[in-house]
């Protein structure tokens, strides 16, 4: 799965000249929709099926600044429990590949009136197969390393 | 009615050093919530009787840049017809009183399923209130002006 | 020139289930970027040259809602006098084509200290060009009609 | 010192109807600028003596919604070394006293051209000012609870 990319705008600097730190938790939003459509689901859909991801924790480590233009790249990793879905983000700046950023996000599963419920079949069963992908995905990266 | 106040975060600023300039439809809208809360309801009041008050269009002229911790003013006077309702914004500085900002909102009133609707009764009678109120307090202060 | 494309996220909605008025600026602004790309430039460098183009005004027309996952395509076209820039923006909605709002934003030449100045001839020069490759692609999409 | 409050506004708010998570970090900043005004000091004067504090790391755990026009108060404690700054932070709903989300902030002290520094003795005689403050005023709330 290619990874989520966004590119700074002028609206998500501060008057530091850098990417404002609650504007993280954006851009790990928009990789969670992408890896969830990359499972040929969408966020959306979930939605109308009556079940919402709301997110219980999060945080961020800033390691270096984005900068206005800077294109970012945020890959993601998935686990889950039964009730529970983890993402753990890294975000690279692309031009040069330098770690920008490291987070994670905490979502539990509910049903409508925001009840805790346990993720329903399907919905586990598309995360799976997002996990065996990226894990092929990361196998072949090391078989091509290998092979170059 | 005291104007609306908003200090400006580092969140709001962008690499210029000054507020982003989408930042001052933010601040309309907390407007609007006080002047509505002024007039004894609150937009959220007005939402859960099945009204609600989209944005048809919107401007803004910027004449000052504001800063970071700045503490702005928002004044508004407002207008309507029985489907329409529009808002004019002047934003100064309170710490110098320079005028920063002006800007207009235009809003159509809606019934469920978005469909536009007439303004009801009750929200046309508070809205009348108000101007009454608006118009009393400038005549009140011109008249502080002329006794002072 | 392709136009620019912007994914709504679910933190660009708003509790009515749409995209908050004020984001709109932000997606004008990206359209501004990715056209300013496209001559060759970019908004950074002509920061770097020592040029800031701050802006006077802005105006959103809301026609259509836009929704979360919506792709929105922002067309912009743009004229100039030796001072200042204006943008016209036009949002559709990739999916069905829908035009969802119109805007203009205008833009003053300034050096540094935020002083206005005439735009440098670098400048002009390029905006000249991308002004002649828009009207170029509008043409080569009308005989595309024409023949189709 | 009386807690930062902030209000919340449609802008805030996503389409489930409650405050997008981004915010929090939004909330949380402002709670810093107020903590350092009431030190006698404001973040402003702090740059403008060649300081910068920026964010090396920040978490939020969601405990409760908050929603449209709820008032948040956040409540702020401070420690520090000599080149690091921790805040902890917790929001309460003004109406009902419950917690909405807790937090934490860690900064880093840095001087021109983002070098790490050794805070300078002013700021750290403010911050210790400011923690007994803190620690008196809880304090007083012990006893007033106490005795009431």
Redesign the interface.
């Known amino acids: 799965m290619e990874p989520y990319r966004v ?1 700074v ?3 998500d ?6 990417v ?4 993280y ?2 851009f790990f ?2 990789a969670r ?1 992408h890896f969830i459509r990359g499972l040929g689901l ?3 859909e979930i939605e109308s099926r009556g079940i ?1 991801l ?9 390691l270096k ?1 984005a ?3 800077d294109v970012l790249e945020v890959h993601l990793s998935e686990t889950h429990t039964r009730v529970k879905i983890r993402f753990e983000y890294k975000v690279h700046r692309e031009q040069d590949g330098a770690v920008i950023a490291l987070g994670h ?1 905490v979502h539990v599963c509910v049903g409508p009136e ?1 009840r805790p419920t346990r993720a329903p079949e399907w919905l586990l069963q598309k995360l799976q197969g997002g996990r065996l992908e990226l894990r092929s995905s990361a196998t072949a990266g090391q078989e091509g390393k290998r092979n170059g």
Chains 1, 2, 3, 4 share one sequence.
């Open positions: 590119r705008i002028y609206g600097t501060d008057q530091m000249g850098v404002y730190y609650a504007n938790l954006r939003e928009g929709g969408s966020y959306r919402l709301p997110v219980l924790e999060a945080s961020v480590q800033y600044s900068k206005y233009e996000t925001l």
